[in-house]
Each structure stands twice: as C-alpha cells, then as structure tokens.
C-alpha cells in the first residue's frame, strides 16, 4: 500500500534540527505570514473587548482574559453567557467544549514539530489557535524550522490580540458600535488558501466535502466549536476508511 | 477557563513526535484537510447576513488559490473581491 507522504513526520527528518542559524528565519517568515490577518485580529479583538465592557468586566479583566485564555471565540461565549447571568460551571464547560478541537490540533500539529522544539511543546501549546495550526502545519519550506515558523505566528496573533484587547477595553466608552468593514472575511480565506493547495485526488476532496458538509449542517444545532470538533473527525474518519486504488 | 483551555492545548502534544500507529497515523494525516473545509465553512456562515457577498467573492478567490498557491495572494485578492461584492450587493 502506497502510504502517503505528504504529511509525514518531520521530527524524523534530520535536517530540520542540524540548522542553528534559521532559527530566526522560520520566526521571520511566521510573522510576516500571518501579518495579513492581524489587520483582521485587530478589529476583532477591539470588538470583543467592547462587548466585555457592556457585559461588565472591568478593563483589566479582559485583558487578563485575553493574556491567558487567548481564545476569541471561547472568550465570546463566555461573555455571552455571563452577560446572560449564567453561572461559572457553565462557562467553565462551555470553554471546555468550544476548545476541545485543540486536542486534535495537538495531535495532528505534534508529528510536525521537532522532538526538541524550541520553546517546548508545554510553551508551544498555550499559543494553539486555529490559524496557528493551520499556517504550521501546512508550511512547507524545508530550510525553516516548524518550531520558530509556528512561534512568529503565535506571537504576531498573541501580542496583536493581547494589545489591541487592551486598546479597546481602555477605550470601550468612547467607542460607538463597531463596524469591522467585513474583515472578518479573511478568516475563510485563509482556510480556503490553505485547503485548496492540499486537495490532489478523491480522497482528500471526500475529506473536504465530508467535513464541509457536516460542518454547515452541525452549525445549525450547536455551538461553533463543537460543530467544527464533530466534523474534523467526521471527515478525518471518512479519510482513514477510505480504499485507495494504488 | 485559561486551565481547562490549556489543558486541551497540552493534551495533543503528548506525543512528544513519536510515531503512533498506522491507523492512527493515517487519521491524523486527514486532519489538516478536515480542519481547513470545516473552518472555512465556519467563516463562511452559509446562510447568514451577506453570505452571497463572501460566496461570490471566494469563487474567484478559489481560481487564485489554485492557480497561483501563494497565501497572501489568496488573502488579498480575495479580500479585493469581497469589497466588490460589497460594493455590487
């Protein structure tokens, strides 16, 4: 059986651990990566920041959420319910919900990293996101290193996150209703950039539709975030029965 | 909240780089795809407020992500396309 290759291990790759002088250069390129959708992370951060203050947080503890949360949409919910006097327990496991596609994403994200990633895996985690994981594992250039790529994208979202939380939290009372000129927009168009160079042969465009499909139907009926965590494995499963004539 | 989060974000690491087996392995291979499709069908939001602005804009965006595979030329263009739409719908 021909295994496919395409997403194969890169710890057991040497190359990627004999090179100390592009450490810099894989962090280089996260950050210039992801720079495109920090103009979308602003807005959005501002904006969640503003709804934090009319919910009642005080400025100090929404950044403080942002710092170490670091989760929007997670961060959202939790507004959300709080506003709507919902007690710690269900906020608590409504995160829990919301974030539990991180698990896969750490799974998946793992085999790509070098097995002395620098900085560690446990340092490496806090900064998992969507777009992190997605710009990591579908980076391809083999003379940087996973480790310092995934690191520039995490700090470019992390700190425009924390920052522009802190900017709009600051000035929530100035500030009217948020228009965000549909930047948000560039969220999709990242996954569809990143999913569309991956689709060769009938197999992984199953996975897509599969995926898709389950997740516009889920969306329905659930929160987001379990939405997206049933269909990754929907269509992740899908993937692995699937008989390839080779 | 920042444990449980974190402790979702650690979990997946556990396997500090060591091959799992082969079926396991081939699941995770799918996963990235997976992912992607039920991300951007996320953003997306099929059936929301100005979903015909962004479905209408990432057809053409989709001809530059294959045609040219070059990620921020995607993002750009894509969102040059959006503010089209806008401006037509």
């Given at each position: 059986?021909?295994r496919?290759?395409?997403?194969?291990?890169?710890?057991?790759?040497?190359?990627?651990?004999?090179r100390?002088?592009t450490?810099?250069?894989?962090?280089?390129?996260?950050?210039?990566?992801?720079?495109?959708?920090?103009?979308?992370?602003?807005?959005?951060s501002?904006?969640?920041?503003?709804?934090?203050?009319?919910?009642?947080?005080?400025p100090?503890?929404?950044?403080?959420?942002?710092?170490?949360?670091?989760?929007?949409?997670?961060?959202?919910?939790?507004?959300?319910?709080?506003?709507?006097?919902?007690?710690?327990?269900?906020?608590?496991?409504?995160?829990?919900?919301?974030?539990?596609?991180?698990?896969?994403?750490?799974?998946?994200?793992?085999r790509?990293?070098?097995?002395?990633?620098?900085?560690?895996?446990?340092?490496?985690?806090?900064?998992?996101?969507?777009?992190?994981?997605?710009?990591?594992v579908?980076?391809?250039?083999?003379?940087?290193?996973?480790?310092?790529?995934?690191?520039?994208?995490?700090?470019?979202?992390?700190?425009?996150?924390?920052?522009?939380?802190?900017?709009?939290?600051?000035?929530?009372?100035?500030?009217?209703?948020?228009?965000?000129?549909?930047?948000?927009?560039?969220?999709?168009?990242?996954?569809?950039?990143?999913?569309?160079?991956l689709?060769?042969?009938?197999?992984?465009?199953?996975?897509?539709?599969?995926?898709?499909?389950?997740?516009?139907?889920?969306?329905?009926?659930?929160?987001?975030?379990?939405?997206?965590?049933?269909?990754?494995?929907?269509?992740?499963t899908?993937?692995?029965?699937?008989?390839?004539?080779? | 909240?920042?444990?449980?989060?974190?402790?979702?974000?650690?979990?997946?690491?556990?396997?500090?780089?060591r091959?799992?087996?082969?079926?396991?392995?081939?699941?995770?291979?799918c996963?990235?795809?997976?992912?992607?499709?039920?991300?951007?069908a996320?953003?997306?939001?099929?059936?929301?407020?100005?979903?015909?602005?962004?479905?209408?804009?990432?057809?053409?965006?989709?001809?530059?992500?294959?045609?040219?595979?070059?990620?921020?030329?995607?993002?750009?263009?894509?969102?040059?396309?959006?503010?089209?739409?806008?401006?037509?719908?």
């Amino acid at each position: 059986m021909e295994r496919d290759t395409t997403l194969t291990s890169r710890a057991l790759d040497p190359d990627t651990t004999t090179r100390p002088d592009t450490y810099a250069t894989g962090v280089r390129a996260g950050l210039v990566t992801v720079g495109p959708l920090l103009l979308a992370v602003s807005p959005f951060s501002v904006a969640m920041a503003v709804a934090a203050h009319t919910a009642g947080f005080n400025p100090l503890e929404t950044v403080m959420m942002s710092a170490f949360v670091f989760a929007g949409a997670a961060q959202m919910a939790a507004i959300s319910l709080y506003a709507g006097g919902a007690g710690i327990l269900t906020i608590v496991l409504t995160t829990l919900l919301i974030n539990l596609r991180h698990i896969i994403y750490g799974l998946s994200l793992d085999r790509h990293l070098p097995v002395d990633a620098r900085p560690p895996r446990p340092v490496l985690a806090f900064l998992l996101i969507d777009e992190s994981y997605g710009l990591a594992v579908a980076h391809r250039a083999p003379k940087t290193r996973p480790d310092a790529f995934y690191l520039g994208v995490s700090l470019g979202m992390y700190v425009t996150f924390v920052l522009f939380t802190g900017l709009g939290a600051i000035f929530a009372s100035l500030i009217p209703e948020i228009d965000r000129i549909g930047l948000d927009f560039i969220f999709p168009l990242v996954f569809m950039g990143l999913l569309l160079p991956l689709l060769s042969g009938a197999r992984k465009i199953a996975i897509a539709l599969v995926s898709g499909a389950l997740t516009m139907i889920l969306l329905q009926v659930l929160d987001p975030g379990v939405a997206i965590l049933l269909a990754i494995l929907g269509g992740a499963t899908i993937g692995t029965m699937w008989k390839e004539n080779s | 909240m920042a444990v449980v989060t974190y402790a979702t974000r650690i979990a997946g690491f556990a396997a500090q780089g060591r091959t799992l087996p082969d079926a396991i392995e081939r699941f995770l291979a799918c996963v990235p795809i997976a992912a992607f499709a039920a991300l951007l069908a996320t953003g997306m939001d099929v059936g929301s407020a100005g979903s015909d602005a962004r479905i209408l804009a990432a057809i053409p965006a989709a001809f530059v992500a294959l045609r040219f595979r070059k990620l921020w030329l995607t993002l750009a263009s894509g969102m040059v396309f959006y503010w089209i739409t806008n401006l037509v719908l």
